[in-house]
């Protein structure tokens, strides 16, 4: 598991986290010490440097302490309960689910991509480190329930969404080849059938499912 964002990923991380924060790109600049047009490059895949990046998760960290708005968002640390790794709010909060290990949980967070794309943000995250987040999450999940009514359709996306939390939280591996399998089917619609490059996807796809076969027969 992770225990810190990926260097590579430090740039879409500090867009999304300042959006769920309410900092324009103007005032994360600002913070910061940068010009819009530097957060802007970071943004947008370039390589974050550390001091910037230590920087911003002391802003964040201080706005989820003492903000206006910190009531309503969770903050997830790494293995040494200290160090940020995600934050969640009410608003995009997805599902939640803790591992048949007891000692890992996931929380999924609705998230919007610089071209206005939709998706979904998984993180894997320790309880031990975060014994504050499940009480909270819970709590979220009983809210959002309520809020939809008892009906059969919202029951069955919460139980879809909680089922896939815990897939990827108890057969990574099985997770893993899934996400492969859907970016090898993917390519394989986009393919030209009778050419080389769709014999060579349609092979990869052969072989991606034996995998998942194979790994889902152990568990068995």
Known sequence: MNTCVKQEARGDTMRRWRTLLGWSSADTARRLSITTRTLSSDESGGM?????WRLFL?????????GPDSGGLVFINASDGFTLIDVVSYNNFAGFAIAADRERAMVASYTVDRNGEH???????????N???????GRWEQQRMAEAGDTEEMHMRRWITRKSLETHLNNPDISDLKQRAEGVRKRLREAKPGTDEYEKLFD???SVVAEMIQAMSQRR
Not at 48 to 52: A, D, G, L, M, N
Not at 121 to 127: C, I, N, W
Not at 131 to 137: Q, S
């Open 119 to 129: 998706g979904l943000h998984r993180q894997e995250f320790l309880l031990a480190a």
């Open 204 to 206: 990869e796809n052969e």
């Open 58 to 66: 002391l802003e964040v960290a201080q706005e989820l302490r003492y």
């Open 48 to 52: 974050v440097p550390e001091s910037r």
């Open 131 to 137: 014994p504050h987040a499940p009480v909270i999450l």
